[in-house]
């Protein structure tokens, strides 16, 4: 079961990814339509950026390990790491409780 405040903490960081894409269209994107970015490609920005942040992570961690990085870096980074994961698995959830409430739809 997903908590209230990871799914609002999700729901906001998606939102805010998709105001950025649509913000960024400008002019050539309005000659292409609204379709120019889905929520296929709203889900994969925030899938690489989950990525991106684990990679980082363990970059620290390496880094650390070698005497090359702060401890307070680590944590730091780390954080951010499960911050992004714990997006992913909240909006995930919710897609697959939607999946399940169309399911479950007479027709």
Do not use: W
């Not at 994969?44 to 363990?58: G, P, R, V, Y």
């Not at 401890?71 to 909240?90: E, G, K, P, R």
């Amino acid at each position: 079961m997903v908590a209230p405040f990871a799914a609002a903490k999700a729901y906001a960081a998606i939102q805010a990814q998709a105001s950025s894409l649509t913000g960024n269209l400008g002019a050539s994107g309005a000659a292409h339509g609204a379709d120019a970015h889905g929520f296929s490609d709203i889900l994969k920005t925030a899938m690489n950026d989950a990525m991106q942040t684990s990679k980082t992570a363990e970059q620290q961690m390496v880094a650390n390990v070698q005497g090359k990085a702060d401890l307070v870096d680590v944590a730091t980074a780390i954080s951010s790491a499960q911050a992004s994961l714990q997006t992913v698995i909240a909006v995930r959830d919710q897609v697959i409780a939607a999946y399940q409430q169309i399911m479950a739809m007479p027709i």
